[in-house]
């Protein structure tokens, strides 16, 4: 992000793409899927978000967050894993599943 949103969380999703696969290696980190096949939430990762669908799920995060003063900012950033579209809408997509 640029000035003057500063650092802060890092997601890591050891089960959905290499180099989060790597990183989870290299500090001994648990291999966990958290997004299911048909992109809701689910065990482990899922709690009180199991079965919501993973775009609405970042939405009530945020709100869960925000409501509590814990939400600093969020920032829009360049996605740099691949995509595969699958119909006519670009909110259709099927993220790599590695585990």
């Known amino acids: 992000c640029p000035p003057p949103c500063p650092p802060g969380a890092v997601k890591v999703t050891p089960g959905h793409s290499p180099p989060d696969l790597a990183l989870a290696r290299a500090h001994g980190l648990p291999l966990r899927s958290v997004i299911g096949d ?3 939430m ?7 978000l199991q079965g919501v669908h993973r ?3 970042r939405q009530e995060l945020v709100a869960a967050l925000a409501e509590r003063g814990l ?3 969020t920032c829009d950033h360049a996605l740099t894993l ?3 579209r699958l119909g006519t809408s670009p909110r259709v997509c099927v993220p ?3 585990l």
């Open 96 to 98: 790599p599943l590695l």
């Open 71 to 73: 939400l600093r900012g």
């Open 38 to 40: 048909d992109g809701t």
């Open 55 to 57: 775009f609405v799920a």
């Open 42 to 48: 689910c065990p482990p990762g899922g709690g009180w």
């Open 82 to 84: 691949p995509l595969c």
